[in-house]
């Protein structure tokens, strides 16, 4: 397929498939251009390249749409089999608290909490997932923290006063 065959194409149709695709999936974007790929790796063209991209687009997204909702199962599953956060008898924190707070932090400190904490990560290792410094992933994650601890009213014990002797 030539170069401006394929521009003609895009023009067209892309904003009508990704439209097509949004009913079957929350990737729709990813989906056409993924057909427009597999469509110029096509040994011969299709007699009709329209009707072609439409069928692709279609399976793709049904597929896209299948693997979305499995992965969510699975991470409400996981998150609900076992809680970030396990009641402790002597904690005066509340489970279900600690879990609604974190959830509504900032994404950033949220997923350098996580790769710390349930992950454990090294904040090296945080970084290099996250594509940032290891210093900007401690600062997010103790960040973080600061935002829940200030939240859930919970001091830190090493910013205690301590006792004398």
């Known amino acids: 397929m030539d170069p401006v065959q394929l521009g003609r194409l895009i023009d067209q149709h892309a904003s009508a498939l ?8 929350g990737s729709a974007e990813d989906v056409v251009q993924e057909s427009f790929l597999k469509l110029v790796q096509q040994a011969r063209p299709p007699d009709n390249p ?10 793709a997204a049904i597929n896209a749409g299948i693997a979305e909702g499995r992965r969510r199962r699975h991470e ?6 076992r809680g970030w956060f396990q009641a402790e008898t002597r904690s005066p924190l509340d489970p279900a608290d600690a879990e609604s707070e974190l ?3 900032d994404p950033g400190p949220r ?3 996580g790769a710390h904490v349930w992950g454990g990560l090294t904040f090296d290792q945080v970084g290099k997932l996250m594509g940032i410094s290891s ?3 401690h600062r997010l994650y103790a960040a973080g923290l600061s935002t829940l601890r200030e939240r859930l009213g919970v001091s830190c014990p090493s910013n205690r006063p301590k006792e004398q002797s």
């Open 135 to 137: 210093s900007q992933a």
């Open 111 to 113: 997923e350098a909490i």
């Open 50 to 59: 329209a009707a072609w991209l439409f069928r692709a687009v279609r399976n």
């Open 103 to 105: 959830r509504r932090l």
């Open 18 to 25: 990704e439209l097509y695709a949004r009913q079957w999936c």
């Open 76 to 81: 409400s599953d996981a998150a609900e089999a």
